[in-house]
């Protein structure tokens, strides 16, 4: 009679094997398959750990989510890092966070102002609306697509009490500037480090400068576990209160299946609750529920471990794009990183010069004619969104770039699964375009 | 960030009185912890894909500059005490995992801390991380039923050599012969009072049995400190 431990090495096995035929690697078609400017890029190690913990059956976050936290924030350099179920929970979780009682006097109220900007996604906003705070935004350079760190100053006012910024496409914003500006004035930080894991500045990861960060773990990212985020920080306090938002908004911190992990479950004391009220059951903040299962933690585990390559990958993928596009410098803007930044690229991001002789739409049609995915900067001017167009806000100073962007601005990827095979039709397809166009290469 | 570790059971010290030490090695670094915070401690087979056992809870003893490994210290009161007893010996295999809570002391104001027992452990972390340049001033009252149950006095008259800044007041209620410095009988205010500079700005710590626990806690809203001010490490 097998035992359970020998049937789950012999389930591994054949899963190793299902891998192997299903998702062998398939000879590239230039123009028939499509090039995709992100996707999930993983090996039998992930569905292993995916069957792994699905044989558990514990089903909600357990030992992989567990080991998953841990190594992240090992990764970081961090003190705390929470699993949440997307970026956009993650980013959620970190605004909420900022709201809480157990702040006091430090707390963000309605109408006070957080400092962040337009061309970015809609999520890394939609929580400050939801918060009733007011956001405030500033213009962004083209080219790094980062904030104008000259304009910061000016967008500060009597209310604004947060920056809540992300390192748009991996590329770290002027974490100098805004971090001084936050001393300065005593500001919260969030960094949405969403589509920047890996990044560095001074040599420093991203997301660990702030006094909280958000990361996603959807396939299009630099890894996934499916739908998957995290909130990171290095303050316990600001840890726990995310944690309470992020678990329904009880003042209890036992994970799933735990009881009287405080040690003081049936003996505590809350408002006018009656003393002694079962401490699982007291909620201290108006929460959420946005925790993962078990099955996506574990795939983020096996992802974690290639993180690393990941990232040398995209920086890879970058640099062949870059050196492919050199010659059209004079029609397209390429991307560059700001100051002091090592960008973990998200994406290849190109504006489209307004003397080029053709526009965004006309190269955007050709790649994706020829079966190259293609994505504008996100939302572009988030302002000119329908669910974004009548919400109170304030714009410091003008938001020209950031109108540019809506207009001739989109990127392509440079995600690992490009192999060398992908990125020549990519560099093939723009100097085809080009040459149509008249552009010697 | 908690963490669930196996650990194996290096050295057990019996203090007498069915007061002991456990010094366990994880099999893996422990996560980052601040002085004062708690782990639980299972002694039944836990497998990780399924739920925890029933644990208590401990004060962690150690550094946390040490994450290699962890002491506690416990005196046996109830059932799972009595069965850690036998359970916990050298060589033997137990459950943790940690941290968690918040008894942590404020490094910006004077702090007294008042241990009582086993009480100690919630502050032995914070005393070894004292500094001899801090401008801190700690006073320490620390209590037991005889002078070999103050089990952590080697470790605390280490750090008075050290530190200027701590002051210390034994209490022990037996034998007082054998440690005539000390101040018989139980853990009280009146012999640590002297030894403030300003009470009124000092956030007092509180580790111990319930009954001096809720004494001295009285004593000290008897005296006008503001609820703020008290910290207690209570479990059920």
Redesign the interface.
């Known amino acids: 009679m097998p035992t359970a431990k020998d049937l789950r090495q012999q389930i591994a096995s054949l899963v190793r094997e299902y891998y192997g035929v299903q998702f062998a690697a398939r000879p590239f078609t230039p123009g028939v398959d499509l090039t995709h400017y992100a996707g999930r890029v993983f090996d039998s190690e992930e569905l292993c750990a995916l069957v792994d913990a699905s044989?558990?059956f514990?089903l909600t976050a357990?030992?992989y989510a567990?080991r998953f936290?841990?190594e992240f924030?090992d990764y970081l350099g961090v003190?705390?890092?929470?699993l949440v179920n997307s970026g956009s929970s993650a980013n959620l979780v970190a605004v909420a966070t900022l709201t809480s009682p157990k702040l006091g006097d430090r707390r963000l109220q309605p109408g006070d102002e957080v400092i962040t900007v337009a061309a970015g996604f809609p999520t890394t906003v939609a929580p400050i609306v939801q918060h009733q705070l007011v956001p405030v935004f500033v213009d962004v350079n083209l080219g790094d697509y980062t904030v104008i760190a000259e304009r910061l100053t000016r967008a500060i006012g009597p209310r604004t009490r947060a920056i809540v910024m992300a390192h748009t496409l991996g590329v770290p914003f002027d974490l100098d500037a805004v971090m001084s500006l936050a001393k300065a004035h005593d500001l919260w930080v969030i960094e949405d480090n969403c589509d920047a894991l890996g990044s560095r500045y001074r040599g420093r990861p991203t997301g660990t400068f702030g006094h909280l960060a958000t990361f996603s773990f959807y396939p299009a990212h630099h890894i996934t576990m499916g739908e998957g985020g995290a909130v990171a920080t290095n303050d316990?306090?600001l840890?726990?209160i995310a944690r309470s938002f992020r678990d329904w908004g009880r003042d209890c911190?036992c994970?799933g299946?735990?009881n009287?992990?405080?040690?003081?479950?049936?003996?505590q004391q809350f408002g006018t609750l009656p003393a002694g009220f079962d401490h699982k059951y007291v909620y201290s903040h108006v929460g959420y529920n946005l925790k993962v299962t078990d099955m996506q933690a574990a795939i983020g585990c096996a992802q974690l471990e290639k993180l690393d390559g990941f990232v040398a990958a995209r920086r890879a993928n970058f640099e062949f794009l870059s050196r492919a596009f050199r010659p059209y410098e004079d029609r397209l803007l390429l991307p560059h990183a700001t100051p002091y930044a090592e960008p973990s690229w998200f994406g290849f991001a190109i504006t489209v010069r307004e003397d080029a002789g053709f526009s965004r739409a006309d190269l955007v049609k050709f790649l994706e004619a020829n079966r190259i995915e293609t994505r504008p900067l996100f939302a572009g001017n988030l302002l000119r969104h329908p669910a974004f167009e009548g919400i109170p806000h304030r714009v410091a100073g003008d938001l020209a770039n950031t109108d540019r962007i809506t207009n001739d601005t989109f990127f392509i990827g440079v995600y690992p699964g490009l192999d060398r095979a992908r990125l020549d039709h990519v560099a093939d397809a723009f100097s085809r375009f080009m040459t149509h166009r008249g552009v010697a290469a | 960030m908690t963490q669930k570790l196996a650990c194996v059971v290096e050295r057990v010290v019996a203090h007498g009185d069915r007061v002991y030490t456990a010094v366990l090695r994880p099999d893996r670094r422990l996560p980052r912890f601040r002085a004062g915070q708690f782990l639980h401690l299972a002694i039944d087979a836990y497998d990780p894909s399924g739920f925890w056992p029933e644990s208590r809870v401990f004060s962690i003893a150690s550094a946390p500059t040490d994450r290699d490994r962890v002491r506690i210290t416990y005196a046996v009161h109830g059932p799972f005490t009595t069965r850690m007893e036998s359970a916990v010996v050298e060589g033997g295999s137990v459950w943790i995992k940690l941290p968690y809570g918040d008894f942590v002391v404020e490094e910006a104001t004077d702090v007294a801390l008042v241990a009582g027992g086993t009480g100690i452990t919630a502050f032995s972390a914070f005393l070894e991380g004292l500094l001899p340049s801090m401008s801190q001033k700690v006073v320490l009252a620390y209590g037991a039923r005889s002078p070999q149950l103050l089990v952590y006095r080697h470790l605390i008259e280490e750090c008075r050599a050290r530190v200027p800044g701590l002051q210390v007041v034994y209490f022990v209620e037996h034998d007082t012969g054998a440690l005539p410095d000390a101040v018989p009988g139980r853990v009280c205010l009146e012999a640590v009072w002297p030894k403030l500079r300003a009470p009124l700005e000092t956030n007092f710590y509180i580790a111990g049995p319930p009954a001096m626990i809720d004494t001295i806690r009285g004593d000290l809203q008897h005296r006008g400190i503001a609820a703020e001010m008290i910290h207690v490490d209570a479990w059920e």
């Open positions: 044989l558990d514990f357990n030992r567990e936290e841990t924030a003190s705390e890092a929470l316990p306090a840890a726990r911190y994970a299946g735990e009287n992990t405080c040690g003081t479950r049936f003996s």
